[in-house]
């Protein structure tokens, strides 16, 4: 069938209504209905990975403020090395926060833990640990005209390779999702596989800005984690953002990245984890010790 009648199927799927989600919701075996809060905070860790302080950025009520203290602040992290010695170091951490269903109501499990800023920064100095990457020239992909005019938002999380002169080297899709909709598993997949296209052909042509020493680096520490957001005909570019609030994702597989070792410190970076507008270095410097990805947060 023609891509256009394949989404024309999509959009009388959404004029009949069943595509408006506000819980999670069966999807089929290769698609997930998750509903995620980002959670954005800062953390300071002392020479042996405890944590000395840890503050909420990100608007949240007082009750989950203070689960969230509770709990990072019995968290253990790596010990994070600058020129081979432990230092105390702050970061940014993201904590992703999933309201699963259990009898009675919900339970807040941690999703997923990811530092978006700088890989670690020195407590006394904010000197950078590591060299920096950032876009220069992203030009934006197209939006399929029909899912934009049914209001279909999703994101496709990329995974770019970047050469030392600045250019896309290597391009990947490592997992893409719809926001805040509902319809069968095909029709959902299928719009899935139409941002997935139209991201890799922007991606192709895009320019970032490599500093000198992440240029020598193995090609795993030139990779960024980039999304592409797709936002909807009458929604403002990035509006689902780190904003404090539930939202339910249909998210489809991660899929691993060629070029990847597995022993390369790679943080595990998923589609709903990432905001418009961010690039992040696919290793870090900071890591979880303690295993608390996939566990209730208290």
């Not at 891509?3 to 004029?15: G, K």
């Not at 919701?25 to 980002?38: D, F, K, Q």
């Not at 030009?139 to 002169?165: K, W």
């Not at 418009?276 to 209730?296: D, H, R």
Request: some cysteine.
């Amino acid at each position: 069938m023609h891509v256009r009648s394949l989404i024309a199927s999509l959009l009388l799927c959404l004029a009949a209504g069943l595509c408006n989600a506000k819980q999670a919701a069966s999807v089929g075996p290769e698609l997930e209905s998750v509903v995620i809060m980002r959670v954005d905070g800062s953390l300071v860790l002392d020479p042996k990975g405890g944590v000395v302080n840890y503050s909420v950025s990100t608007k949240v009520t007082d009750e989950l403020r203070g689960m969230l203290e509770l709990a990072i602040g019995k968290w253990a992290f790596e010990p994070v090395l600058i020129d081979g010695v432990p230092r105390e170091i702050r970061t940014e951490m993201r904590v992703m926060l999933a309201a699963r269903p259990v009898e009675g109501g919900f339970r807040i499990d941690v999703d997923n833990v990811l530092f978006p800023g700088t890989e670690g920064v020195l407590a006394d100095d904010a000197k950078a640990v590591e060299g920096s990457m950032s876009g220069r020239k992203l030009s934006p992909p197209y939006y399929p005209q029909e899912l934009a005019v049914a209001n279909v938002r999703g994101t496709v999380l990329l995974a770019i390779m970047i050469s030392a002169e600045g250019k896309t080297e290597e391009v990947a899709v490592t997992q893409s999702m719809l926001v805040d909709v509902r319809g069968q598993p095909r029709l959902m997949k299928q719009a899935l596989r139409a941002f997935e296209a139209a991201s890799i052909f922007a991606a192709k042509g895009w320019n970032f800005n490599i500093t000198p020493e992440r240029a020598r680096m193995p090609g795993a520490e030139r990779t960024v984690i980039v999304p592409v957001v797709f936002g909807g005909s009458d929604h403002k570019p990035g509006e689902v953002e780190v904003d404090g609030k539930w939202h339910t994702f249909i998210r489809g597989p991660m899929r691993p990245i060629s070029w990847q070792q597995q022993d390369e410190g790679a943080q595990h970076i998923g589609v709903s984890d990432v905001a418009q507008g961010e690039i992040i270095p696919l290793t870090s410097a900071v890591a979880l010790k303690s295993n608390v990805v996939g566990a209730p947060l208290l």
